[in-house]
């Protein structure tokens, strides 16, 4: 019978096993989802299937380099305890280098390529390591940049973890990007990046707080385009004090240096994830100043 990608998708989310693995299970039994839980347990082992839906909110993020591609990486643990160990970090780093080495298009791809030289895929190095470790891993996401002066920083706890795609200057320009990037958190690289529907609800509130002056609607009108622009350039990057010299702007930066940014990304840790709350962004900003 024909395998559906729902159902697919419906077996990978409740086993945390890899696409085809999946896949396979569902053609062997038929399509009943029971049968084929009970299959994959008896082949990747019950550990597997009964940690899967536990939550995974803890983490590092890695970094790897293959020539000009870079790869960044998050993946997660269920606690702070087991990120911290040597097995689970080798882990992370090993999976960066196959997302650089293979370039997958996504997540199911990913988990069906081979990990590395005698480990199977990296679904099944996945499935070893949560045996190992006796908790649920996952890997939660991934982004690839290639060129010649991308800028990367992973902060040193491995909870933020940036790549910048900087066009000029030279590797420590871009380094110095990277770094602000994590401290900093810009959400757009330049103000004409910003979703006309973003800057429409700011500048809602922002009429809405000055209509309670009581001044007149022009005056009204300056102060909320004048909170807009402030607004924005505290969401861009290119309008952002330079952690390192907070006199002059990332865009005079890039200009001085004769450089521009086309993107980046920036990732932390268990971020969209309800989990506690801890202010990394804060500890790399104290850090790079006092660099």
Do not use: W
Request: with cysteine.
């Amino acid at each position: 019978m024909a395998i559906s990608a729902s159902q697919v998708k419906e077996l990978r989310e409740s086993t945390g096993l890899g696409m085809m693995e999946c896949k396979k299970a569902l053609e062997e039994t038929g399509g009943d989802m029971d049968a084929a839980v009970e299959l994959l347990r008896k082949k990747a082992g019950a550990k597997v299937e009964k940690k899967a839906g536990r939550t995974t909110a803890e983490g590092v993020v890695s970094i790897a380099d293959a020539g000009q591609v870079h790869a960044l990486v998050e993946v997660n643990s269920e606690t702070d305890f087991v990120a911290k160990g040597d097995a689970f970090q080798a882990f992370a780093a090993d999976v960066a280098a196959c997302v650089a080495a293979n370039r997958p298009s996504d997540n199911d791809a990913l988990m069906d390529l081979p990990f590395k030289e005698g480990a199977g895929t990296v679904a099944a190095a996945r499935e070893e390591i949560v045996q190992k470790l006796g908790e649920n891993i996952s890997i939660r996401r991934f982004v690839l940049f290639e060129g010649a002066n991308v800028g990367t920083y992973v902060h040193t706890n491995q909870k933020i973890g940036v790549m910048v795609d900087v066009e000029g200057g030279d590797g420590e320009l871009a380094r110095d990007i990277a770094m602000h990037i994590a401290a900093s958190r810009p959400s757009y690289v330049a103000p004409e990046d910003v979703p006309e529907e973003v800057i429409a609800k700011e500048r809602e509130i922002f009429t809405a707080q000055a209509q309670e002056s009581g001044k007149p609607a022009e005056i009204i009108e300056k102060m909320v385009e004048g909170r807009v622009r402030k607004q924005l350039a505290e969401m861009c990057l290119l309008g952002q004090p330079f952690v390192k010299d907070s006199d002059m702007t990332i865009e005079k930066l890039l200009k001085s240096r004769g450089a521009t940014v086309s993107g980046f990304v920036r990732f932390e840790v268990g971020e969209g994830i309800e989990k506690r709350q801890e202010d990394f962004a804060a500890e790399v900003m104290a850090q790079v100043k006092g660099s």
